[in-house]
Every structure is written in C-alpha cells, then in structure tokens.
C-alpha cells in the first residue's frame, strides 16, 4: 500500500497531518527536493541530499538526519509506492510554533516524504516540442534554495498557463536565468549555453546531467550568461529538470525558436539522455 512519512511514522496519505501553526503553513518557511527514482532506484540521491544540505543551511535549519536516515526513510516510501518509475517529493519545515517571524527557540521540524508516479513529457512534446513565454525574473536573491516559499514561481509559471504555453522563461537585468520550474539553455551556431550555477538560479540535478553528457559526448558548451538578445536569436531553447527530462523549447513569446521545431542539438542530447537513463539511471545496482 502507497504510504507517506511524516515525523517518524509511516502511514497513508490521507492520515498524513500537520498542524496549521506549522511554519510551512503559515510562513512558508521550509525547503523541498524531488528525486526521480527509477526502477525504483532513487537518482542521484547523494547529490539531491547535497542540495537539501544546501538548502537548509540557506534557511539556518539543522538537518533532522543523516545521509543514511534519509536513504533508508525515502527507500521505504519508494518500496511501498504502486509504480516502479517514481517522483519523490521530500519537505522539511521549521515545524509548529506560535506565530512570529522570529526564529522559536525550541525547533521542532516537520518531515514529510511523499512518492508519486513519475510523469516524463509526454511523446508529443518531445517530438514537437513546447511554447514558452518570458517574463521578468522578479523572484529574491536565493533562487539557489530549493525553498517551498513558490509564490513567485507559481505566479511566473501561471503566466505560461494563462498563454496556453508550457514554461515561463525568467530574464533578470536582460540576462537569461531559469524557468519558472526548470533550467533553460540555449543553442547558438551549434553551441549549447548554458547560464553559470549563482545565487540567481536552483542548480538543477538534470543541468549537470546534461553538462556531464555535452561534455562526455564531445558536444559543443560554454557555461556563461546568455543575454536576452542571444536567448531571442537561438537557433534552439531546452528546458531540463527531473520530470521534464530535456524538452526543446520551440516558440518564445509567439515567434519561432529557429525553425520553430525540436533542433538537429537537441535530438543528439535527447538520444545521449535516453541512453544515459537505459544504461545508467535504470541499470541494476
Ligand atoms: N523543479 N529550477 C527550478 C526553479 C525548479 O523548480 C526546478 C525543478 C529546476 C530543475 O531542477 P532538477 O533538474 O534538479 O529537477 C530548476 C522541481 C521538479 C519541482 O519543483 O517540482
């Protein structure tokens, strides 16, 4: 049976409760990590468990476990979920307290783990690729914290919806940072950019594998800014995180990304990426 964990239990989903004083609740203040598990293999969980460190140590909260107490607490969750693809979705908040800004002096911090059925882009919008508008990036400064604080996110994304579209792309001083939930490169004359990891943008797992891919593949890359007048001009857009894989972005703000089809670059990374997860991601431990 699915299960869900919450502080030290293990129970279903629907059981799963957290009291409205709870700091997440009431100031959104706690952090996040989705894991793509494959044949029911977390992904790169060092590397994800890295970021969580990352992100708690942004939000000054101590991390209530060790590498192997995450390992075993998400490997049980996975173990009783349905499918054998899965995404993980892990949240620590600063726990309950009584409503003030300030720190509480005793912390209590809720754990909540959670496993659904992985959902990768569906045929179409690899074949075809997707639309994608851009908007002014006017998230804060730690955009490198993986922080369940997503208004911004979540009013930036909607604006891609309200277009029929499928991301929002985010310019910060004509400078290309992220999507609204994923990472986003670019390619120009055959080299695919990428902007440089900083505080402006969450340092995607999927980006490094694509980096480590361009790089192990001999593809062209450079890891610099790419400015708004170059993102326009790309001769092709790709989005990247855990659930959307590498998807080619084909129409920016109603024009077309080059010849407004999935381009000769991305379906050498896509095969690169597909192969990459039969031999590496799905391979048996
Ligand atoms: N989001 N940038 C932002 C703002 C994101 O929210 C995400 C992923 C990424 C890509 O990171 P990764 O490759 O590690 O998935 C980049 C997750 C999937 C989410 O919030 O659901």
Request: aromatic share 8%; net charge negative; proline share 7%.
């Amino acid at each position: 049976m699915a299960l869900v964990y919450l502080n030290g239990e293990y129970l279903p989903l629907e059981e799963a409760k957290v009291p409205v004083l709870d700091r997440g609740f009431i100031f959104g203040d706690g952090v996040y990590e989705v894991i793509p598990v494959y044949n029911r293999r977390p992904f790169r969980l060092s590397e994800h468990l890295r970021r969580l460190q990352h992100s708690l140590d942004g939000i000054r909260l101590a991390n209530p476990h060790r590498e192997a107490e995450w390992a075993e607490r998400i490997g049980r969750i996975v173990a009783a979920a349905e499918t054998e693809d899965q995404g993980v979705y892990l949240q620590v908040t600063r726990g309950p307290a009584p409503r003030d800004h300030a720190f509480p002096n005793a912390v209590q911090p809720t754990v909540f783990i959670m496993s659904n059925p992985l959902s990768t882009p569906p045929r179409a919008a690899v074949e075809q690729g997707v639309a994608a508008v851009t908007a002014v990036d006017n998230r804060w400064l730690r955009c490198d914290i993986k922080a369940i604080a997503l208004l911004p996110n979540v009013l930036l994304r909607q604006l891609a919806v309200d277009a029929g579209c499928a991301e929002t792309v985010l310019l910060r001083d004509g400078f290309l940072t992220e999507g609204a939930a994923s990472n986003i490169f670019a390619v120009r004359d055959g080299v695919i950019l990428a902007p440089p990891k900083s505080n402006l943008m969450l340092p995607g797992i999927t980006y490094d594998v694509v980096l480590e891919i361009a790089q192990a593949k001999g593809f062209a890359h450079e890891v610099r800014q790419v400015s708004e007048a170059e993102l326009r001009g790309a001769d092709e857009i790709w989005q990247t995180s855990s659930t959307k894989e590498v998807t080619a972005v084909v129409r920016l703000d109603g024009q077309p990304v080059g010849t407004g089809k999935p381009g000769p670059v991305f379906w050498r990374m896509h095969a690169a990426y597909q192969d990459y997860k039969q031999t590496v991601m799905r391979a048996a431990s």
